[in-house]
């Protein structure tokens, strides 16, 4: 066995193992809550692309002005993000309940 090995106990090992455990999770929180921001992002910034594309009719802004709505950017994420929270209240409420404890692999 190395030298370097024998020269540390049990006890430094376990302290070792426990601050790398810690440290892994704290790496497991980072990559998570920058994928969540990342979705966040990509979700608002593809909202607003279709918002102004010209060539999508009947959403956004338009080339000609009988074809344009007055529908502001702002109204726009306000109606997706209640859309998302009354699904996320729905599936809280009335599907989550439905699934009993034993259904869940």
Not at 2 to 19: F, K, P, R
Not at 73 to 78: E, H, K, P
């Amino acid at each position: 066995m190395s030298a370097a090995l024998t020269v540390i106990d049990h006890e430094q090992w376990t302290s070792l193992g426990n601050l790398l455990a810690r440290k892994a999770g704290a790496l497991v929180t980072l990559v998570v809550v920058g994928l969540i921001v990342q979705f966040i992002l990509l979700t608002i910034i593809s909202f607003m692309y279709f918002f102004l594309d010209t060539s999508i009719m009947y959403f956004g802004v338009s080339d000609s002005p009988a074809d344009c709505f007055d529908f502001p950017l702002g109204t726009l994420f306000i109606v997706i993000f209640t859309g998302l929270a009354i699904g996320v209240l729905i599936t809280r409420f009335l599907v989550f309940p439905l699934i009993k404890k034993n259904d869940i692999p």
